[in-house]
């Protein structure tokens, strides 16, 4: 079955700079990649997501990037601000995640 | 408008009973989805639902687990004979359609299980 690795799994960053967490996947079938945040107390939230077709795809501060040859995709988010603290996951299909990575943005 | 509910928020139990963990999923959602969410550790599959019938459940861990949806909206996660090792966060998640690329999966806060 499929398998998704997510580093890393702690990211502290100063307010205004910019966050990068790195997923692998090991399905070469999977076709769908989307992010979720999740804050404490409540489950995940879509953030952005990406289809196998595109290599970017851009969201105001958030942009997501997709390597099918290396099977690997990335979370960019620019200008960071503390409100962007909370722990992110990546998944491949609809039900494989990663195990996350706890963003803190220090004012 | 409501998002995806889960009754009760917390369960605590103890060992060897039985537990049922409630979802109310968004209203004209076809798919709903249960999984299992182990403190620092993303979210694991145990079963997806399209309409009343499993379409998948091949993330049910072993059979003292059971969910249902008799009716295609309110789903119900059983487990039978409670372990220590089942403890995690229960999240339930529905979309429109299940079926397709990036259908939007929207999740529920959780049912927090602790077996004693």
């Known amino acids: 079955g499929e398998n998704v690795e997510q580093h890393p799994s702690t990211l502290s960053v100063q307010e205004g700079d910019s966050a990068v967490i790195k997923c692998t996947y090991s399905?070469?079938?999977?076709?769908?990649f989307p992010w979720y945040k999740q804050e404490l107390g409540k489950g995940p939230q879509l953030i952005i997501d990406?289809?196998?077709?595109?290599g970017e795809k851009k969201d105001q501060r958030i942009a997501v990037t997709l390597n099918k040859t290396a099977k690997h995709f990335s979370l960019h988010i620019t200008e960071t601000q503390p409100e962007d603290s909370a722990v992110y996951f990546c998944a491949a299909g609809k039900s494989t995640f990663g195990d996350g990575t706890t963003l803190t943005v220090k004012p | 408008g409501a998002g995806v509910s889960q009754t009760p928020s917390n369960k605590v139990t103890e060992k060897g009973k039985y537990v049922e963990l409630r979802c109310d999923p968004i209203s004209g959602h076809t798919a709903l989805y249960w999984y299992r969410q182990s403190l620092g550790q993303g979210p694991e599959f145990l079963i997806y639902?399209?309409?009343?019938?499993?379409a998948d459940d091949s993330g049910l861990p072993n059979d003292r687990f059971f969910a249902v949806r008799p009716e295609g909206s309110v789903s119900t996660l059983k487990i039978q004979r409670t372990e220590r090792g089942d403890s995690a966060v229960y999240l339930c998640?529905?979309?429109?359609?299940?079926w397709g690329v990036g259908d939007t999966q929207y999740f529920g806060p959780g049912t927090r299980l602790t077996v004693l």
């Open positions: 639902f399209q309409g009343t019938g499993a």
């Open positions: 399905d070469s079938a999977s076709n769908y």
């Open positions: 990406i289809r196998s077709n595109v």
């Open positions: 998640a529905s979309s429109l359609t299940g």
